[in-house]
């Protein structure tokens, strides 16, 4: 399976609005509402940020949104403030009854 | 609050077998998740390993198949992780975590262990 494709890196001010792509095929993010995306902080465990595309765990800031179309998932984050600078991760449900992860994003606050 | 902790030697010779456990606290190994392992190789990205339900079901990342082994210990609350035929490429921090929900399925890992290096090295 090929790993999912996401842009090595996304910048932005504090306030803006950024958003985050993850593209697969119909055999996987296309396929299924299944996409879950994380946030990691360096030398950090993976954070759960959204689950099935668009559900937010409890805990986690509304400033984080998912959304998909075809087979490109996008995580949103807006009013970026200085602590959501990290790396960002997509998944996707797949198929063959497996998990694929995207490249990762490094996300920078200027 | 369930929480995970991998054990296991953080150190492996090459061709040897890398072994790893996943002690689950707070919570039944028998609930409606799955449980899974993650690594990240440093410096890089995550890479689904595979993933395990308590009735001993399994999925395994097809690029690991043959060498991956994932067990369920319900006496002792925890699971494992086998990867046989080491090489230097499968030094990574490894990770356990749980899945959101079985039945109906929940595509999410929202716990997690905080990761243990392995280094694969004579």
């Given at each position: 399976?090929s790993?999912?494709?996401?842009?090595?890196?996304?910048?932005?001010?504090?306030?803006?609005?950024?958003?985050?792509?993850?593209?697969?095929?119909?055999?996987?993010?296309?396929g299924?509402?299944?996409?879950?995306?994380?946030?990691?902080?360096?030398?950090?465990?993976?954070?759960?940020?959204?689950?099935?595309?668009?559900?937010?765990?409890?805990?986690?800031?509304?400033?984080?949104?998912?959304?998909?179309?075809?087979?490109?998932?996008?995580?949103?984050?807006?009013?970026?403030?200085a602590?959501?600078?990290?790396?960002?991760?997509?998944?996707?449900?797949?198929?063959?009854?497996?998990?694929?992860?995207?490249?990762?994003?490094?996300?920078?606050?200027? | 609050?369930?929480?995970?902790?991998?054990?296991?030697?953080?150190?492996?010779?090459?061709?040897?077998?890398?072994?790893?456990?996943?002690?689950?606290?707070?919570?039944?190994?028998?609930?409606?998740?799955?449980w899974?392992?993650?690594?990240?190789?440093?410096?890089?990205?995550?890479?689904?390993?595979?993933?395990?339900?308590?009735?001993?079901?399994?999925?395994?990342?097809?690029?690991?198949?043959?060498?991956?082994?994932?067990?369920?210990?319900?006496?002792?609350?925890q699971?494992?992780?086998?990867?046989?035929?080491?090489?230097?490429?499968?030094?990574?921090?490894?990770?356990?975590?749980?899945?959101?929900?079985?039945?109906?399925?929940?595509?999410?890992?929202?716990?997690?262990?905080?990761?243990?290096?392995?280094?694969?090295?004579?």
């Amino acid at each position: 399976q090929s790993a999912l494709t996401q842009p090595a890196s996304v910048s932005g001010s504090p306030g803006q609005s950024i958003t985050i792509s993850c593209t697969g095929t119909s055999s996987d993010v296309g396929g299924y509402n299944y996409v879950s995306w994380y946030q990691q902080h360096p030398g950090k465990a993976p954070k759960l940020m959204i689950y099935d595309v668009t559900n937010r765990p409890s805990g986690v800031s509304n400033r984080f949104s998912g959304s998909k179309s075809g087979n490109t998932a996008s995580l949103t984050i807006s009013g970026l403030q200085a602590e959501d600078e990290a790396d960002y991760y997509c998944s996707s449900y797949t198929s063959s009854s497996t998990l694929v992860f995207g490249g990762g994003t490094k996300v920078t606050v200027l | 609050q369930v929480q995970l902790q991998e054990s296991g030697p953080g150190l492996v010779k090459p061709s040897g077998t890398l072994s790893l456990t996943c002690a689950v606290s707070g919570g039944s190994i028998s609930s409606s998740n799955w449980w899974s392992w993650v690594r990240q190789p440093p410096g890089k990205g995550l890479e689904w390993i595979g993933e395990i339900y308590h009735s001993g079901s399994t999925n395994y990342n097809p690029s690991l198949k043959s060498r991956v082994t994932i067990s369920v210990d319900k006496s002792k609350n925890q699971f494992s992780l086998k990867l046989s035929s080491v090489t230097a490429a499968d030094t990574a921090v490894y990770y356990c975590a749980r899945r959101l929900g079985a039945y109906p399925p929940v595509y999410g890992m929202d716990v997690w262990g905080q990761g243990t290096t392995v280094t694969v090295s004579s």
